[in-house]
């Protein structure tokens, strides 16, 4: 029994030795050593590549809302998910152009604490807060006990703590190319509740949500510029439409009535909404070019001697020089230019025929004698519909496409 018992004693000792020796080993340190920094490494860069995922999926989500509310809204249920760990999430909008920082949204994990929490967090002036300290820095702010950040500042930020339970917050600006236009803050009431971690990762979020509000920011000011150009070039081409009427009152009314029917003639054609907005402006414009012509030669009673006529078939060139410099002119100009050619190939200034014709100056060479026929001119009285109608079918496959007179019966 008693060398059973020394033996087991011996066993022990001998393990405990071993045990003990093993520490001491510098090999058996620096393996250890190494195969925590690894580990520590791993882990950091899982932690990485999830954040780089969660970012992109956020990205994604963001920009496909529609209106500011819904942005906000998803933006807050996602970083909430993110960092269930804290009680109420704030959003302030920052105006980069004034420098001013205004409450905006708010979700909770904990209502009840958001709700004490509210009245404080919002100071007068938020410039002078902690939302201010965040926008001047352009970086995140980590206070992981409120009361000791706010006593080493002698209570510079006393809105925030005087009674409020937060213990701990976690600021990160919405900052893109150096422009901050807004602030996340999270809220706990639990000290050092947020990690260095948490911190890059809002930081991320912030920089993100601030990329998608930058794009948004950048569309609308296309849209009110594209707009704003469209209807200076309405308020132009109208100015001119009516500078026309005005020199010619024979034919007033004219530009706006077959504008009107080029523009009805386009769509049952088929022919794309957005271009119809060149078919219409381009019928207002057709005869521009008749302000280079004068008037013993425009408002001549009688027949045109052939000195004349080479002068009036010149209009369309006079619409050319006048219209070809203004930017983004093409499409109207090709009325104004073409509306004198014939499917034939006789017509004027460049003598094309069929479908190298602009398929709007062959829509609108039919409205155009439609009109002029059925309307009153000073060398004679106007035609009936049927006269007029008539004489469009017998043009069909000379003056005119014959596809366009097709439609243009069926539309009558």
Request: hydrophobic letters at 40%; glycine letters at 6%.
């Amino acid at each position: 029994m008693s060398r059973l018992i020394i033996k087991v004693r011996k066993i022990r000792s001998g393990l405990h030795r071993r045990f003990i020796a093993r520490p001491h080993n510098p090999q058996n340190l620096s393996y250890l050593s190494s195969r925590l920094r690894y580990g520590r490494l791993k882990e950091e860069l899982l932690r990485s590549q999830e954040r780089m995922v969660t970012v992109s999926q956020l990205s994604k989500d963001l920009a496909e809302c529609a209106v500011l509310p819904q942005f906000y809204d998803r933006l807050s249920s996602s970083v909430l998910d993110l960092f269930p760990h804290a009680d109420a999430l704030y959003i302030y909008q920052v105006d980069p152009l004034h420098q001013s920082i205004r409450f905006i949204h708010s979700a909770q994990n904990t209502p009840a604490l958001a709700a004490q929490v509210l009245p404080a967090i919002l100071p007068s002036n938020l410039l002078r807060g902690l939302p201010g300290e965040v926008l001047r820095a352009g970086s995140p702010l980590l206070i992981g006990d409120l009361p000791h950040y706010a006593a080493l500042r002698g209570c510079t930020f006393p809105e925030l703590v005087g009674g409020s339970p937060v213990r701990s917050l976690l600021l990160a600006p919405m900052i893109s190319r150096k422009v901050v236009f807004g602030i996340l803050e999270l809220l706990s009431h639990k000290r050092h509740r947020f990690s260095p971690a948490d911190t890059d990762l809002l930081f991320a979020i912030g920089s993100t949500a601030a990329l998608v509000l930058q794009n948004n920011a950048f569309k609308e000011d296309l849209d009110l510029a594209n707009r704003t150009v469209a209807k200076t070039y309405e308020n132009t081409i109208e100015s001119w439409r009516r500078a026309l009427e005005l020199r010619d009152q024979v034919s007033e009314g004219h530009c706006s009535r077959s504008a009107e029917m080029a523009v009805r003639l386009g769509a049952w054609l088929g022919v794309d909404r957005s271009e119809l907005v060149f078919v219409r402006f381009g019928a207002v414009l057709h005869d521009i070019g008749k302000i280079g012509i004068p008037d013993s030669v425009l408002f001549k009673p009688g027949p045109l001697e052939d000195d004349e006529m080479d002068l009036m078939r010149k209009h369309p060139q006079f619409a050319f020089e006048m219209l070809s410099s203004l930017p983004n002119f093409a499409p109207v100009l090709e009325i104004p230019f073409y509306h004198h050619e014939r499917w034939d190939g006789n017509g004027y200034p460049t003598g094309l025929e069929g479908e190298q014709i602009p398929l709007a100056a062959r829509i609108f060479a039919v409205v155009d004698v439609w009109d002029a026929l059925c309307s009153a001119r000073p060398y004679r009285q106007a035609w009936s519909e049927e006269q007029a109608l008539s004489y469009i079918r017998e043009e069909s496959g000379k003056h005119f496409d014959p596809r366009v007179v097709d439609a243009f019966m069926a539309l009558v």
